[in-house]
């Protein structure tokens, strides 16, 4: 789950992580009464959204006088803001942070991210901290330092000390970014976080460290745990299926494609996108409905499926185990008899209760497509969007 930048700083506070005085807003009168509050000029003028590149976007700007807050805060609100992590569609700004302008002498990178190949937490750091950090990673990434934690051991002295050093940063800041990075090091365990990234970190003039961007995603499976963090949810900046999609507990994931995609378990999920797109299809979504699902949650995943106007045709691949293919079976008739069916649907099961299963698909009469294996099921849509 993503956070905003306004929300992540809001919680850095609580962790004694320094981020600069700052408001978030959601008018242009707003706007004009927060920047009076911060004591003079210049102050930023931040769009709010789940993504990064904002600033070469147009969607971050440093105003000198408080008519360039005003026209400024006009300019972004209401704005489609496209950045190279929004997509050619953008995102609708609908709340600004306006922030005290900092003295920067140094812009840096700093973040950490859970690491599954060697079960640790990673902190990732660098001297070329900004907004080309992407291109720093792809043609010079020996300026990346990496260090890596074990979660049962903890950060140690030794390692906040080396990143420091590997920031070159000077003997007066060290003992403030070490507090800071052990500070957050302790927010990302105790909040179940899967990735705190600040770019840039800056390092000021009378050298102080402060986090001068925040992103922060969360483990969405661990939200159980933290309902204060549900609160922040804000569903506006989420794809409205994949909002839908997770009322009824369905893993959905919206692609570009045109073959949506019904199956059980995330691993055959994967192996499912993998053959269409083998077979010279292209997958329009990644839907898991579980290996428990009921044949209401079938019925549910089948309704989002067919309300994706992009969708040509449906692929349903089922193992049936926990999932009897029966109890799947149901759900599809159900679903195909309340929103109805007018594009091609490919059904591949095998498992418990599979000649129940095709029974019941057989005799509702919905006009679909048997396959006798996985290869077949991904030829056969193929050929049914080509």
């Known amino acids: 789950m993503k956070i905003h930048e306004y929300q992540a700083k809001e ?62 805060a006009s300019d972004i609100l209401g704005m489609t803001l496209v950045t190279h992590q929004t997509g050619p569609e953008g995102r609708l700004v ?16 700093l973040s950490l991210l859970v690491d599954r190949a060697t079960a640790s937490v990673v902190i990732m750091a660098s001297r070329d901290g900004g907004m080309n950090i992407e291109d720093v990673a792809a043609n010079t990434p020996e300026r990346i330092i990496k260090v890596q934690v074990d979660p049962l051991m903890g950060i140690q002295g030794y390692q906040l000390r080396q990143v420091g050093f590997g920031l070159e940063l000077p003997a007066a800041a060290m003992k403030q970014f070490s507090q800071l990075l052990a500070n957050l090091y302790k927010f990302f ?50 794809d409205p299926m994949e909002v839908e999609a997770s009322k009824y507990n369905l893993n959905y994931i919206n692609l570009d494609g045109n073959v949506g995609n019904i199956v059980n378990g995330a691993g055959l999920a994967m192996a499912t996108m ?86 019941i698909l057989n005799d509702a009469n919905l006009g679909l497509t048997s396959a006798v294996d996985l290869a077949d099921a991904a030829q056969k849509i193929a050929t049914a969007v080509s």
Do not use: W
Request: glycine share 10%.
């Open 189 to 238: 365990i105790a909040n179940d976080c899967s990735l705190v990234e600040i770019n840039p970190l800056i390092l000021t003039f009378d050298d102080q460290v402060m986090a001068l961007d925040a992103k922060v995603d969360f483990d969405s499976n661990a939200m159980y745990r933290h309902k204060n963090l549900m609160e922040l949810r804000d569903l506006d900046e989420e």
């Open 94 to 109: 609908q709340k600004l942070l306006v922030e005290a302008g900092q003295q920067i002498e140094k812009e840096l990178y």
């Open 274 to 359: 993998d053959i269409i797109k083998n077979a010279g299809a292209t997958p329009a979504n990644f839907m898991d409905v579980g290996g428990g699902a009921s044949s209401e949650q079938v019925e549910n995943a089948f309704k989002i499926i067919l309300a994706d106007e992009k969708v040509k045709a449906v692929l349903i691949n089922i193992f049936g185990g926990i999932l009897r293919c029966d109890n799947f079976a149901q759900g599809v008739v159900d679903a195909a008899q309340k929103t109805g069916i007018n594009i091609p649907v490919v059904v591949r099961m095998e498992g418990t209760n599979v000649d129940e299963g095709k029974k």
């Open 11 to 72: 919680l850095f506070r609580q962790y004694n992580v320094p981020v600069p005085q700052g408001k978030a807003v959601f008018s242009v009168e707003e706007a004009k009464e927060a920047a009076s509050g911060l004591g003079g000029f210049p102050v930023v003028v931040k769009a709010q959204i789940h993504a990064g590149g904002r600033g070469k976007g147009g969607g971050v700007k440093l105003a000198a006088s408080m008519e360039e807050v005003e026209s400024f």
